[in-house]
């Protein structure tokens, strides 16, 4: 079974400053997708990135961009320019994209980020 | 606008009762999710479907209960046998073979 770790349950980023959450995962599949969401205070879930595994190329979307690093089943996040309104939990997921395979994402623990003004 | 619908946000049930979680969706997604949110936890799959009146088990369906009649709508009952039901509780939707989840806004669950 798959299993998404993030290993650093607080976080703290000065605004302005930049931050990288990590995330590590194991599977035996090839072809899958990686994510991850935000949730600030209000608790609604906002998909910040995402990446294909069979892409090398590293997403970014804005001030957000990942490491993907395929063959050591890494997927960290790096958040530039740091703002107040960044300060949120942060979970890492995956999902298979093996035909016949379920559209389920599996989860990481999450990493709480704090941004200092 | 689209997206999806989760009812109430707060909800207090008192031990021994069955409480039914409500979702609904009008993005016209396939696929309907409930996950649990405990702290230092993460996110947990309770149930999914990804046909009307279909569903499968998640990681941890003891105790919950839920339907799809409709593609719309996919509520959730916690039911008596669920031993620590206090939680946040997220419902999602997707289109089957495509990228990430829309999410509702949740339910917090209290056993009181």
């Known amino acids: 079974a798959q299993t998404v770790t993030q290993s650093q349950p607080e976080m703290s980023v000065q605004e302005a400053e930049t931050v990288t959450l990590s995330c590590t995962y194991d599977?035996?599949?090839?072809?899958?997708?990686l994510f991850w969401y935000k949730q600030p205070p209000s608790r609604q879930m906002i998909l910040v990135i995402r990446q294909e595994a069979y892409k090398q190329q590293n997403a970014t979307e804005n001030r957000f961009s990942v490491n993907f690093q395929k063959a050591a089943k890494s997927f960290s996040l790096k958040i530039s320019d740091s703002q107040l309104g960044d300060a949120a939990m942060y979970f890492c997921a995956y999902r298979s994209a093996v035909g016949g395979a379920t559209n389920k994402l599996i989860f990481g623990t999450g990493t709480l980020l704090a941004v200092q003004p | 606008d689209g997206g999806i619908t989760q009812s109430p946000k707060y909800l207090f049930r008192k031990e021994g009762q069955n409480v039914t979680l409500s979702c609904e969706q009008n993005l016209n997604h396939d696929a309907m999710y409930w996950y649990r949110q405990d702290p230092g936890q993460g996110l947990r799959l309770i149930y999914y479907?990804?046909?009307?009146?279909?569903?499968q088990k998640g990681d941890i369906a003891e105790g919950y209960s839920v339907s799809r009649e409709k593609k719309e709508s996919f509520p959730l009952t916690v039911t008596s046998a669920q031993k620590n039901p206090t939680a946040f509780y997220l419902c999602?939707?997707?289109?089957?073979?495509?990228?990430?989840?829309?999410f509702g806004s949740g339910t917090r669950l209290t056993v009181v």
């Open positions: 999602a939707s997707s289109i089957l073979g495509v990228h990430g989840y829309t």
């Open positions: 479907s990804q046909i009307v009146n279909d569903f």
């Open positions: 599977t035996s599949e090839s072809d899958y997708y």
